[in-house]
């Protein structure tokens, strides 16, 4: 979750007119949050041991706050940020109330009850696959880091996992630690050493350990308060940009939800505690406009991804790490050293994390029909739009400098041009509508599509295990009964 939380705001964050300074806090109140919304998800919500972070499907409706012609118009810089931040805490409180109903109400859980294995393939797949981009081309940024990286994370991973000190797998549970120690300390020697003396700024920016300017602008000790940045600032147009946006999320954490359930060794979560999981998701947007984050939360996909590394899907585990989020984040400086990691260390353990997400929504394959003609269309088309309709969407928007939709009305652009721009909630729907209404008369069908081999979970009474992995704690569950 360490790449979102510094990433996002070090995009953002200079676009808003911010300094170093302000970045620091924007990161430190980023992971301050994810402790919080970690906490509440684990504890109240899904229940699964998932880590709740930013999301990059609210990077587009920002940058379109950010370059509204109010904010645009403001000439101090500091100025700008503050007044920027505070329409983006408008927009994501306004948003959050989209998943807090949808969840809480039970609405998604109708939804979710439609989802076969077949239909759920494509939207766990590409929760993971369309964030590509993030991948090798930020490697490439610095090859001589990224590369090295990207080796010795598969030979400590893969090939390292049989060397065992004291019985235990070393590598098997730090792998990423011992690998991103290695070639940092690496790349802080070729920084020292003046290799990027005389390189172009960018490479400079992708490759030196001290060009963050986080350490040294970070305080010692900082706690985020709600509404630090002023008081919100509402508008209509750029709260529905928001909400599309919170609605890319709710999508994409369902099919997270599902990959994080999968690598736990839980059962398939019924739809009432999916629900229930998105309900509190909304309740983390809601905070994150309170204390001013910059960013609304999703799933992490990454941290999905690490409990298939790792093998440790413990729920206690996720809450002691959320537990050190938060202190990590009152402790500025320590937390702002962490934030200097060059950007392709973070790319090559987002080629390894994001390729174990990718894989676990593969293996819902074996409840489905390969031989079936049905399942192999639905299957292939569902996974080419989705990844086919957003590069559309984002190759026109860097070569038109707007999306396909551009009328009078900004919200409705952004509204569109988010939607489709998400290769999960594309191949989700494409999928979950075809397997809905294709075929649906023929006995086989059913089968094909492996509907059967979920049904004793669509209910959270059905079977005994879920009481085991979803029920609330403290005897909460009689009062807040899930079906």
């Known amino acids: 979750m ?58 587009l409706p920002t940058v379109s706050i950010i370059g509204s012609s109010r904010n645009q118009s403001i000439l101090d810089n500091h100025d700008r940020f503050r007044h920027t931040m505070r329409g983006i805490q408008g927009a994501l409180i306004v948003a959050s109330a989209l998943q807090i109903i949808l969840g809480f109400s039970g609405l998604w859980a109708v939804v979710v009850r439609y989802l076969s294995p077949l239909s759920a393939v494509p939207l766990v797949t590409l929760v993971a696959l369309g964030l590509y981009e993030l991948g090798f081309p930020g490697v490439g940024k610095c090859i001589e880091i990224g590369l090295p990286q990207l080796i010795a994370l598969v030979f400590f991973s893969q090939y390292g996992r049989h060397i065992k000190t004291r019985k235990k797998p070393l590598f098997e549970r730090f792998a990423i630690i011992i690998a991103v120690a290695i070639v940092w300390a690496y790349a802080h020697i070729l920084t020292v050493g003046g290799a990027y003396k005389h390189t172009h700024p960018k490479t400079q920016a992708h490759c030196r350990t001290d060009r963050s300017g986080l350490v040294g602008s970070a305080k010692w000790i900082s706690v985020p308060y709600p509404f630090q940045w002023g008081g919100p600032v509402f508008d209509g147009g750029q709260s529905f940009a928001m909400m599309a946006a919170a ?69 206690r585990v996720l809450q002691i790490s959320a537990g050190f989020m938060i202190f990590f984040s009152v402790l500025g400086k320590f937390g702002a050293i962490f934030a200097s990691i060059p950007a392709p260390i973070v790319a090559a353990v987002y080629c390894l994390l994001f390729g174990y997400v990718a894989g676990g929504g593969l293996s819902f394959l074996q409840f489905c029909n390969l031989n079936s003609f049905r399942t192999k269309f639905i299957l292939g088309f569902s996974l080419f739009l989705g990844l086919s309709v957003p590069q559309y969407f984002n190759e026109f928007t860097v070569s038109s400098g707007h999306g396909p939709v551009h009328t009078h009305g900004r919200w409705f652009n952004d509204i569109i041009n988010v939607i489709f721009s998400s290769p ?49 704690p403290f005897n909460l569950t009689k009062f807040f009964p899930s079906v």
Not at 266 to 283: E, K
Request: a positive charge.
């Open 247 to 315: 609605f890319v999320s709710l999508v994409e954490s369902t099919g997270t939800f599902y990959a994080v359930s999968r690598f736990a060794s839980a059962t398939p979560p019924p739809p009432s505690i999916i629900s229930r999981g998105i309900g509190w998701q909304g309740i983390g947007i809601l905070l994150d406009g309170l204390f001013g984050t910059g960013n609304g939360s999703t799933v992490s996909v990454e941290n999905a991804g690490l409990l298939g590394l790792t093998r440790v899907g413990s729920r």
């Open 424 to 472: 999960p909630l594309v191949a989700g729907m494409v999928a979950l509508f075809l397997d809905s209404t294709l075929h649906m008369g023929e006995a086989s069908t059913r089968k094909d599509r492996g509907y059967h081999w979920w049904d004793k979970f669509r209910s959270f009474k059905t079977d005994p295990r879920s009481e085991e992995f979803y029920a609330l």
């Open 2 to 59: 360490l790449g979102t939380t510094v990433i996002i705001p070090s995009m953002l964050v200079p676009m808003m007119g911010g300094s170093n300074a302000d970045k620091a806090k924007v990161i430190q109140t980023l992971l301050f949050v994810a402790g919080i919304n970690t906490l509440c998800q684990t504890t109240f919500g899904s229940r699964l041991p998932a880590v709740i972070g930013g999301s990059y499907a609210f990077i």
